[in-house]
């Protein structure tokens, strides 16, 4: 073999090394950041559904102002809702506006990953008909600079729908 086929050859097997190390370098660094993403993101979440089972606060007051919320399944509020307004004036703020003593969630579970913040979570409450109210959900929460940006809510639809046809709202 030409002393200069081994040099590229050499040459090659350097280059690959050395950016295999780099590319390795930066991985713990970004695991690093992706880890304390997590975590920051997971308590914030964590907070204010403390103070939402307080009654001092709820996990919408992280909501983006242009943050999209998407009901998924079939329940009569199952639709994407573009902006925190929409939502809280289409959902929330007619929910409330229905029950007697306010919902009180029971964190099962957070999950943490990246960007993502899933809670698994009971609530119950009773509603104006002085029926129990008692639902279990899923939301992932997908965070940017402390705010949910997108959010999907998953939860007992019948349950939903019922409460929702049985109970109408105050105004």
């Not at 129990?132 to 959900?137: D, G, L």
């Amino acid at each position: 073999m030409p002393s200069f086929m081994k040099y590229l050859g050499r040459a090659f097997v350097g280059g690959l090394l050395a950016s295999t190390l780099a590319a390795l370098a930066v991985k713990p660094a970004a695991a690093q950041v992706s880890s304390e993403t997590q975590q920051r993101n997971r308590a914030l979440v964590q907070s204010r559904f403390d103070a939402w089972s307080n009654g001092t606060g709820s996990p919408f007051e992280l909501l983006a102002e242009d943050a999209r919320w998407t009901i998924e399944g079939n329940s009569v509020a199952s639709r994407t809702y573009p902006s925190k307004e929409d939502f809280m004036q289409a959902v929330i703020r007619p929910f409330n506006a229905r029950m007697k003593a306010p919902l009180k969630p029971a964190v099962r579970n957070i999950y943490a990953d990246r960007d993502t913040v899933v809670v698994f979570f009971d609530a119950r409450g009773t509603a104006l008909d002085g029926r129990p109210y008692v639902n279990t959900y899923a939301w992932f929460l997908e965070m940017r600079a402390g705010q949910i940006v997108r959010a999907s809510a998953f939860f007992d639809a019948i349950e939903f729908n019922d409460f929702w046809a049985r109970v109408a709202p105050t105004d």
